[in-house]
């Protein structure tokens, strides 16, 4: 798939890319209802992984050239994406720390939790991350009445995501056992792993959606054009990112492992 096209093969390839995020998805909750292969499992999140890195996230804009002006627009736009992408580095330790806490103190269990509830939700996030492409699309191609609905939309999308875990899942699990705490002989470590994932999880949400504000607001104003929208490319490659993030921390918790 090309980097430089038209508008309409743009939001074609944002389509033809979140249908293959919906298939994985479908394909990892029936093999987990099935017979729970958890390589396979793994395998289908980095693959989503890397559809949501190249397409979603523009990766491949680390490498493009930004000229020899270093007054330039387009090269401090260069050098803001490397210092984003380094953010975001050192923000996926926290993350990838968080899922070696899992994997050591769970192993091959899980939280008993509600497996359609945790299937909505993830849909719901990745459906955000769909209209969020649009949205960046809509705004490169100056198309500033598109970039506000389909960003007003991610951030609907976004708060119905932080309801459901926060205020939905969280008294659900609660009444399951579930406790913050490590030392509760009820629910051992497994309450503490999951509030801490899914609550670090959250508050990334939370800032994406304060982020997604600011830059609604911004395009309210008339601040970006389709030559110059660094701030709408920023949001939405930190809103990919916590779609990332879910990407494997929803086979983490509700689908690898045996539910106790």
């Known amino acids: 798939m090309s980097h430089t096209q038209d508008k309409t093969s743009a939001l074609g390839q944002g389509v033809l890319i979140f249908v293959y995020l919906a298939a994985l998805t479908v394909l990892e909750y029936f093999v987990a209802v099935t017979f729970n292969a958890v390589s396979i499992l793994v395998v289908v999140a980095v693959v989503k992984a890397a559809l ?23 090269y401090k736009t260069g050098t803001n994406r490397i210092g984003l992408w380094l953010f ?13 806490m899992r994997a050591n103190l769970l192993g091959l269990t899980r ?3 509600n497996q359609l509830l945790g299937l909505a939700v993830t849909s719901v996030l990745l459906i955000s991350s769909f209209f969020m492409n649009r949205g960046e699309t809509a705004m490169a191609y100056g198309d500033k009445k598109a970039f506000m609905n389909n960003t007003l ?11 459901g875990v926060v205020f939905v899942e969280w008294p659900l699990a609660a009444h399951e056992g579930l406790t913050a705490s490590f030392g509760n002989p009820a629910s051992g470590p497994m309450g503490g792993v999951f509030y801490m994932m899914t609550g670090m999880h959250a508050f990334h949400v939370l800032t994406g959606l304060i982020f997604l504000l600011i830059v609604w607001n911004n395009a309210r104003k008339g601040v970006y054009t389709a030559e110059k929208h660094w701030g709408v490319e920023a949001a939405a490659v930190y809103w990919h990112f916590v779609d990332l993030v879910w990407i494997f921390f929803y086979p983490a918790l509700y689908l690898i492992g045996k539910a106790v």
């Open 52 to 74: 949501v890195m190249y397409y979603y996230m523009h990766i491949y804009k680390l490498n493009s050239s930004d000229g020899d002006d270093h007054n330039s627009y387009q």
């Open 111 to 113: 939280p008993h939790l």
């Open 153 to 163: 939309i991610t951030f609907v999308l976004g708060l119905g995501f932080l309801i």
């Open 88 to 100: 975001l580095l050192s923000d996926s330790f926290v993350f990838a720390g968080l899922m070696v």
